[in-house]
């Protein structure tokens, strides 16, 4: 579904009412795109996710749209444990809004989807939780955590949010770095992971 504008409003009821259809044992994809934005003024976050895992068979689940879509670490591992068979997750928001998946959480909820082959959320790089010693955002690290943790992944992209341009590009210059030693098995895309210093 491609619409030209979708109110924060009007996107919730459009949320609610497919959560309510009688298809949640056999929807496989939902992918729902807005163009452009809104004037409204709100703070609130789009519930989209939690009201979409009834979705048992859901297999993608793409969401493009102006608002900020609520997601933490306990939601991502919900929506992971309730979606096993997904494939794409991709939840874009045109504007930025703090991150808060962290790498731990991240980390946790991908190992209960071993289908997944498209990844698109803001993740924390502020906080990095798996290597608690490490007290600035490195690339370096960044890049050894992706790595050690995902390693078919093949790049990670640049999200809006207060992250330098260049960021992404030095990590996946240290991930090709990772890939290509000698004692490392060749990576195959599977996953985008937007990263977002939020």
Known sequence: MHVRVLPWAEAEQLFHALSLCKAS?????????SRNGTREH?????????QFLCFKELRTLRLSVHHPIYL???????ATTTWPHI?????????PSPATVTFRGLFAALRLCPQ????????????ID???ELEAVNVEAV???????????SQVMYSNGGIPRLWHNFVNKHLDLLRNKPSSALGHCITEAALALS
């Open 25 to 33: 044992q056999t929807l496989e994809h939902i992918n729902i795109s």
């Open 42 to 50: 709100t703070s609130d976050s789009l519930t989209a996710v939690r």
């Open 72 to 78: 933490d670490d306990d939601l991502l591992f919900d």
């Open 87 to 95: 494939h794409s997750l991709s939840l874009m928001n045109w504007y």
């Open 116 to 127: 997944l082959q498209e990844l698109q959320v803001s993740v924390d790089t502020r906080n």
């Open 130 to 132: 798996i290597e608690p």
């Open 143 to 153: 890049a050894r955590i992706i790595y050690s943790m995902l390693p078919a992944v």
